[in-house]
């Protein structure tokens, strides 16, 4: 019932954009709060943007005004535009929902219960 499926991932250059995509099933969905984390080679995940099922988005610091999060609550979907990627937004790249999160604990973290797979962005210089 779990389902989060990511896509869109790829390699670019720096200054380069790409649009991931994560489609949840409708009971993923209904939980409220989604999101995107990401790891790195050698690094600890990091949180990168939430949403809740009201459409308060946030993007943490790492992105913000590069990053944009935004849904598809007919298609279930969730989406991360990025432009401007940098060498160190290389990372791969999780979809995650939690049922436990609403309300003022819904924000961009790093401890999202559910994850995807993943997708892989890498960014060369």
């Known amino acids: 019932q779990v389902r989060l499926e990511e896509s869109g991932g790829g390699s670019v250059q720096a200054g380069g954009s790409l649009r991931l995509s994560c489609v949840a099933s409708k009971f993923t969905f209904d939980w409220g709060c989604m999101g995107w984390v990401r790891q790195g080679p050698g690094k600890e995940r990091e949180a990168v943007a939430s949403?809740?099922?009201?459409?308060?988005?946030a993007v943490a610091d790492s992105g913000r005004g590069r990053f944009t999060i935004s849904q598809d609550n007919a298609a279930n979907t969730l989406y991360l535009q990025m432009n401007n990627l940098k060498p160190e937004d290389t990372a791969m790249y999780y979809c995650a929902a939690d049922p436990r999160f609403s309300g003022g604990n819904c924000y961009p973290r790093s401890d999202f219960l559910h994850r995807g797979q993943g997708t892989q962005v890498t960014v060369s210089s």
């Open positions: 949403t809740n099922k009201y459409g308060n988005f």
